[in-house]
C-alpha cells in the first residue's frame, strides 16, 4: 500500500524524505510525491512513476519541515494529478488507507465551493481540514475534528505553511510510526524508513494523534485527551533493508531463508521438547482445549495455512480448514467458540485478514493466535496468543522468507497441538525437533540448485502458460509456485492436485504447456508418477523437482532436479525454493520488475 514520511528538523529534510520514501518504495509505486513548507507557500513536487525520477525532480526543494508519499492506486488512476500531497489552501496532506465516506465529504465540501482536483479519497481531507481551519487556527485541533469526521481506515500527515514547523499526524487502521531525536522529529509508515536518522521509534495506536515539531512531540486520542507512548528502540539494522551483494530484494530473501529459519526455530534451542508457552503465557491451557482449528489468511500466507492443514491434521489429530480471510469475512458460518482461530499474516496488517479476525471474534471465537514477522502489528495486537516469524524485513513484493518461517512456525504449532492432545510421544516429538533444527543446512543445499534453474528459466521465458501440479502436502506448494511465476513474470499460471488433472485441466495440455511438478519422494510419488504419464502422453513437457533418491529419471520431454535429499513431513519447506529461484529467474530472462510486480503492492492495507 501507499508509503509516508514526514520530517521536522534543524536541516534540510527533502534528502530524508527522499530517502525514506525509497525504503518504503515496496509499498506502492505507481507515482510518488513531496509537499514542504516554502518560502512563502507550500512547494510540491509530484511525478508519475518511481522515487528516483521525483529525486532529480525535487533536487532544488529545500526545506525543514514536510511531508512525502509513495501512492499504490486505489480511488483514481495512477497519473500526478491524483499523486500526493493534496493541497487545499495552505495545507497538504499524504493518506494511506481508504476513507470510506469519501463520496458524502466531496458532496458536502464542494457544496461550500471546494474544487476538486484529483478522483482521490484524499483530498477530501485536505479540504476537510482546511474548512475546519476557518474556525480553529490550530492546525493540531483542525485535523482532529476531521478525523472525527473520517469513516474508514487511515494514516495521514497534514503541514500548514501559515504554522511552518509543524506536522500534524495520524493513524486509525493504517500503520504509522514515529522516529523521535534530539535534531528532528519525525513519522512513517514503517521503521525502515526512519533507520537513517534515528531508531528511537513510537508506534502509534489507532486514534492516536500526534504533533511534531524540531523540539519534541505531543499525542493525545481524538477527544484530546493526551496519552504517552513508549520509545522502543528499533533492533531493525539497517543492512537488513539494503541490498548488499544481491541484484535484487526477492533473490536476498530466498538466499536469506537458511538465516531466517534459523532464527524463527531459535527458541527451541537445545531443547528436545516443545514448550506452548512459546506461543503465549496462556497457550497450555487453550491449546489443550480447542477441538478445531481455523486458519485465516491471503495469498501466500494461506498457502502456507493450506499446507499447515495436513500437518495438523495428520499430527495433530485436529479438523483444521483454511479459509482466505475475504471470504470468511463476509461468508455466514457456524461460529464454534471452542476452535483456535488462526491468523497467518507477513505484515500484520492485510486489512482482510484483520477484518477476518475481527470478525471471528465478533462470533464469540476468542481464542486466537496471529502469526506474524512484525510484532507490533494490528493481527498480533488484536490476537490472545501470538508467534512472531524472525525473517527480518521482506520488502519483495513477492513473499519468500516470509512463507518458509511461517511454515516452521506452524510445524512448531503442529507439535504444540499434538503434544497438549498427547498424541505425540517424547522420542517423536525428539525426531521432529532434530529435523527442525537441521532444516537451515537443508535449505541451504537446495539453494545450490541454483545454476540449474537458471538453464530451465530460459525455456519459460516465451510462454504464456504453465501448470503446476502437486499432491498432498505438497499441492499448496505447487498452488505457491503457480502464484510466485504469475506474481513476477506475467505468465499465467495455474495449480492442480495432479489427480485432478484427468478431470478437466488435462484439456489444456500440449507441446507449448510446460507442466512443473513436486515430486518428493513421498507416498503420493506412485500415483504421482501415473498423473505425469497423463501429461507426457499427451506430448507436455514436464519439469519435475525430485528427491535424490526417488526413481524418476530423464526422458525425452522429461527434465528432472532432484533435490539432494527427502525431508518427510517438512519437506513442503524444501521444495518450495526451487519453485521460488524458477520464478525469479524466468522474471529476469523477461526483464520484468522482480521486486516491484506491475499493479501490485506490498502489505494490503485496503478491502
Ligand atoms: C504473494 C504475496 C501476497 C501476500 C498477501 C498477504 O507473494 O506476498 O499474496 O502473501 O497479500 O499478505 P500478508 O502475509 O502480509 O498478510
Request: proline content about 4%.
Amino acid at each position: 500500500m501507499c508509503g509516508i514520511v514526514a520530517a521536522a528538523a534543524n536541516t534540510n529534510i527533502v534528502p530524508v524524505l527522499v530517502e525514506g520514501l525509497k525504503k518504503l518504495e515496496y509499498r506502492g509505486y505507481d507515482s510518488a510525491g513531496i509537499a514542504v513548507i516554502g518560502s512563502s507557500q507550500i512547494e510540491r513536487v509530484r511525478s508519475v512513476g518511481r522515487v528516483a525520477e521525483l529525486e532529480t525532480a525535487s533536487a532544488s526543494t529545500q526545506s525543514p519541515t514536510g511531508i512525502a508519499h509513495t501512492r499504490w492506486a486505489t480511488h483514481g488512476v495512477p497519473c500526478e494529478r491524483n499523486a500526493h500531497p493534496h493541497i487545499s489552501g495552505s495545507i497538504a496532506v499524504v493518506h494511506n488507507g481508504i476513507i470510506e465516506n469519501y463520496e458524502a465529504l466531496r458532496a458536502e465540501l464542494s457544496a461550500q465551493g471546494y474544487v476538486f482536483t484529483s478522483d482521490t479519497d484524499t483530498e477530501s481531507i485536505a479540504h476537510l481540514v482546511e474548512s475546519l481551519l476557518r474556525n480553529e487556527p490550530d492546525l493540531f485541533t483542525a485535523v482532529r475534528l476531521a478525523c472525527r469526521r473520517l469513516i474508514g481506515a487511515y494514516a495521514i500527515a497534514v503541514i500548514d505553511q501559515r504554522q511552518p514547523g509543524k506536522i500534524v499526524v495520524a493513524r486509525e487502521g493504517s500503520p504509522l510510526l514515529l522516529g523521535v531525536s534530539e535534531t528532528g522529529n519525525y513519522a512513517a509508515s514503517d521503521a525502515s524508513a526512519l533507520l537513517q536518522v534515528t531508531r528511537n521509534m513510537v508506534y502509534l495506536e489507532n486514534g492516536d494523534l500526534a504533533e511534531l515539531t524540531v523540539g519534541g512531540v505531543r499525542i493525545t486520542r481524538l477527544d484530546g485527551t493526551p496519552v504517552e507512548r513508549p520509545v522502543h528502540v528499533s533492533q531493525l539494522s539497517a543492512a537488513a533493508v539494503e541490498l548488499g551483494n544481491y541484484s535484487h530484494y526477492m533473490q536476498k530473501e530466498i538466499f536469506e531463508q537458511p538465516e531466517a529459519l534459523a532464527n524463527t526455530l531459535e527458541m527451541i534451542g537445545g531443547s528436545k521438547s516443545i514448550q506452548p508457552g512459546m506461543f503465549g503465557a496462556e497457550a497450555g491451557e487453550m491449546l489443550a482445549d480447542i477441538d478445531q482449528i481455523l486458519i485465516l489468511a491471503c495469498g501466500t500466507s494461506a498457502h502456507s495455512g493450506q499446507t499447515a492443514r495436513y500437518w495438523l491434521e495428520s499430527i495433530a489429530g485436529v479438523p483444521c480448514n483454511v479459509e482466505i480471510a475475504s471470504e470468511y469475512r463476509y461468508r455466514t458460518s457456524v461460529a464454534n467458540p471452542r476452535q483456535l482461530v488462526v491468523a497467518i499474516s507477513q505484515s500484520g496488517e492485510t486489512a482482510d485478514t484483520l477484518a477476518a479476525l475481527r470478525h471471528a471474534k465478533s462470533l464469540g471465537q476468542t481464542r486466537t493466535l496471529a502469526l506474524c514477522n512484525v510484532p507490533e502489528s494490528a493481527i498480533v495486537r488484536e490476537s490472545a496468543l501470538r508467534f512472531i516469524t524472525r525473517a527480518g524485513p521482506e520488502i519483495g513484493v513477492a513473499s519468500t522468507k516470509a512463507f518458509t518461517t511461517q511454515l516452521a512456525a506452524l510445524f512448531l504449532l503442529t507439535l504444540a497441538v499434538a503434544k497438549a492432545k498427547q498424541r505425540l510421544n517424547a522420542e517423536q516429538e525428539a525426531t521432529f525437533i532434530e529435523q527442525l533444527r537441521h532444516l537451515p543446512v537443508a535449505v541451504n543445499k537446495v539453494l545450490d540448485l541454483e545454476n540449474d534453474i537458471r538453464d530451465w528459466a530460459q525455456r519459460f521465458a516465451d510462454k504464456h502458460h504453465a501448470l503446476f501440479l502437486g499432491r498432498g502436502r505438497h499441492y499448496p506448494i505447487a498452488l505457491e509456485g503457480a502464484l510466485k511465476l504469475k506474481e513476477i513474470s506475467y505468465i499465467h499460471a495455474e495449480a492442480y492436485p495432479a489427480g485432478e488433472l484427468k478431470h478437466g485441466p488435462l484439456a489444456l495440455v500440449d507441446a507449448k504447456m510446460p507442466v512443473i511438478s513436486v515430486a518428493p519422494n513421498d507416498e503420493l510419488l506412485e500415483k504421482l508418477k501415473s498423473n505425469l504419464q497423463e501429461v507426457r502422453a499427451r506430448g507436455g513437457e514436464l519439469y519435475v523437482f525430485a528427491d535424490g533418491d526417488s526413481e524418476i529419471t530423464e526422458s525425452d520431454g522429461i527434465h528432472v532436479l532432484r533435490l539432494p535429499e527427502h525431508y518427510g513431513q517438512l519437506s513442503p519447506i524444501l521444495h518450495v525454493i526451487p519453485l521460488q529461484l524458477l520464478s525469479y529467474h524466468v522474471a529476469l530472462v523477461k526483464g520484468t520488475d522482480v521486486d516491484k510486480p506491475r499493479n501490485l503492492a506490498k502489505s494490503v492495507t485496503v478491502e
